[in-house]
């Protein structure tokens, strides 16, 4: 059984700050990296995609991923209000895209 | 680029009935998936179609639930029966190709069984 496991959360930061949120997968087969946004009540947007080990930035968000650790994060910087929500981490191999259990990110104003 | 459409939006039954949802992927998007998600869960993949057959059904409860896409484009997911645990939101997605591609997702059908 694939598994994604992520930081049962929930987690606050104040308005700002650097919010960080992990990431864990089982298969080492695994190829693609995703990061949804899921505001209450909404679906899943894609926010970050991460395909090779390292950072990849864009704008207020960075993906880091470890393959030799199994291990993807998501770090978003100055947190507005605004990213206030559940942020999903997803693992791709050939066959199929599994999801973590999200993270419940709030906000402080 | 429109989105990903699905309807309804909603929806209310009593458990032993049935009910279906509709979904209409991104234009050109030739794999489209079904996901199931339980309030406080991450979706969980029910069943993925590339063009108009079947990749992956191993988690669909086969039983109860049915799944189509007989031209390769729009796609129908049928509970019959429904139980109280299938209260939950059916979404959809599709993407260009295998799962390693981004998928996008409909606003999905919050059900809920009485």
């Known amino acids: 059984q694939k598994e994604v496991e992520q930081n049962s959360g929930p987690l606050s930061v104040p308005e700002g700050a650097i919010a960080s949120l992990n990431c864990t997968y089982s298969d080492r087969g695994s190829q693609s990296f995703f990061w949804y946004r899921q505001y209450s009540g909404k679906s899943p947007e894609l926010i970050m995609s991460i395909y090779s080990n390292g950072d990849k930035e864009d704008g207020r968000f960075t993906a880091q991923l470890n393959k030799a650790s199994q291990y993807v994060s998501l770090l978003i910087r100055d947190s507005q209000p605004s990213d206030s929500a559940t942020y999903l981490c997803a693992v791709g191999s050939a066959r199929q895209l599994t999801f973590g259990s999200g993270t419940q990110l709030t906000v402080l104003p | 680029e429109a989105g990903v459409a699905q309807s309804p939006r909603y929806k209310i039954i009593e458990k032993r009935q049935s009910v279906a949802f509709w979904c209409n992927p991104i234009?050109?998007?030739?794999?489209l998936y079904w996901y199931q998600q339980i309030l406080g869960q991450g979706p969980k993949l029910l069943i993925q179609f590339q063009n108009n057959g079947v990749v992956d059904d191993s988690q669909l409860p086969k039983d109860r639930f049915s799944a189509e896409r007989l031209k390769g484009v729009d796609s129908t997911l049928k509970i019959q029966p429904a139980k109280l645990e299938d209260s939950a939101v059916y979404l959809c997605a599709s993407s260009s190709g295998t799962p390693q591609q981004p998928q996008h997702f409909g606003d999905g059908t919050r059900l809920s069984i009485l």
């Open positions: 234009s050109g998007h030739a794999t």
